[in-house]
């Protein structure tokens, strides 16, 4: 009896730990750097890092800062008063697709480290 209640117990624990585990799966993280490898209109961007911390940079050494929207659109914000910017983006393993307001996108690959491309 002890046995099929430590078993029980065990088998209870990994459950819970897998729920746990799905739970927190959710969409792809943006943070990273991103090299840009095809552009459409007017995307100026080599490269951007988006940061844990919602700070972000790009290869003309911007800093902004960053928020994923419920609706799963990307919120950049300028500095000075320079502007919000919303975009659309998809994310799908090492690949995001960005594309803002007047359908100027970019297609990036995530970066194996973070240093300039």
Request: charged fraction near 20%; hydrophobic fraction near 40%.
């Amino acid at each position: 009896m002890k046995l099929h209640t430590s078993l029980l117990r065990a088998i209870c624990l990994l459950l819970a730990i897998a729920v746990v585990l799905g739970a927190c799966g959710g969409k792809p993280s943006i943070v990273g750097r991103w090299q840009f490898t095809a552009t459409q209109g007017n995307w100026d961007y080599d490269w951007m890092e988006f940061f844990e911390d919602g700070t972000c940079t790009d290869d003309w050494g911007n800093q902004r800062t960053w928020t994923m929207l419920s609706d799963g659109r990307l919120k950049i914000t300028a500095g000075f008063g320079a502007g919000v910017y919303l975009f659309d983006v998809e994310i799908s393993g090492d690949t995001l697709q960005i594309t803002d307001e007047y359908g100027n996108s970019a297609r990036g690959v995530r970066s194996e480290n973070n240093k300039e491309p």
